[in-house]
């Protein structure tokens, strides 16, 4: 199968000039890129915010979207309020909201055809994504959303105190999410919470690095144990504590003593 800028598998280096230069292009014109990479302990495709161009790398365009259908809406009555076109050149107005059904919309109980009208522009958007609403008209229709509370994800990391934290930007159909702040990477929690909850321990988090810069020593004979009890008691569970990367947590000489910084962190 030939190979085009969005289904690239080849290493950068391998590939053909004027596909180089046909890639680099699409970035700077705006268009996203990805990189076969790792992320963590997965091997995907992953959005890249700069590419470095290196001949080892295996890159890929992101296609962009397809261009939307055109509907003059000031040719058509304000009684109809959506618009969409068929899997053909036939294209419509509704009164309500129309479904999918084989190869054309139905269930409206008014309708009326406007491929011919001037103005109008099929575009390239697959017929079942062509669905358009009169300005207005969908916010009408549509509930104000509930405001909802600010999530937190909390994951594994190979520095102490082997736990980063962050409030989550989306959540992933595998369980995986992305966070705030960092800008292209996906993580795997090993434990989350919403609102006041999420915002307090992920501020214990920081917490308890803090204590371990401001004491290095101690953080090499016991401030490990120290911290785990300290997160176990602002509400971490016992079960997502121990899935986290954990080495040199022996000892137990200076446990109190860090136990002591941690709460001078707190101002207490």
């Known amino acids: 199968m030939t190979q085009d800028i969005y289904t690239n598998t ?15 292009k699409h970035y700077e014109g705006g268009g996203g890129i990805m990189a076969y990479t790792t ?20 890159y890929r365009a992101v296609r962009p979207a397809p261009k939307p259908m055109t509907v003059p809406w000031d040719a058509i009555r304000p009684e109809y309020i959506c618009a969409a076109k068929d899997d ?12 999918p059904d084989r190869d054309m919309w139905l ?9 011919h009208l001037t103005g109008y522009d099929p575009g ?3 017929w079942k994504d062509s669905l358009q609403w009169a300005q207005g008209v969908r916010r009408r229709l549509t509930p104000e959303p509930q405001k909802t509370e600010s999530l937190w994800a909390f994951w594994s990391y190979d520095r102490f105190p082997y736990m980063l934290a ?7 159909a595998d369980g995986r999410v992305k966070v705030k702040n960092y800008t292209g990477m996906i993580f795997t929690p090993v434990y989350m919470a919403s609102g006041e ?3 307090r321990m992920a501020r214990e988090v920081r917490r308890v690095s803090n204590a371990y810069r401001v004491h290095e020593e101690c953080a090499r004979n016991g401030a490990g144990n120290a911290a785990h009890a300290h997160l176990r008691s ?19 000489a200076y446990e109190e003593l860090f136990a002591q910084q941690i709460k001078r962190e707190a101002g207490e």
């Open 39 to 58: 992320m963590g302990d997965t091997l995907d495709w992953w959005s890249l915010d700069i590419p470095s161009w290196h001949g080892s790398a295996v």
């Open 107 to 115: 269930g409206a109980a008014a309708y009326v055809r406007i491929d």
């Open 10 to 24: 080849s290493a950068f280096g391998l590939m053909p000039k004027e596909m180089q230069e046909a890639m680099k």
């Open 124 to 126: 390239e958007v697959d």
């Open 234 to 252: 602002v509400g971490f569970p016992e079960g997502a504590l121990l899935r986290l990367q954990r080495t040199g947590w022996q000892g137990s």
């Open 197 to 199: 909850a999420g915002v």
């Open 88 to 99: 053909g050149a036939l294209a419509y107005c509704y009164s309500a909201p129309p479904r």
């Open 166 to 172: 962050g409030e989550v930007s989306e959540q992933l």
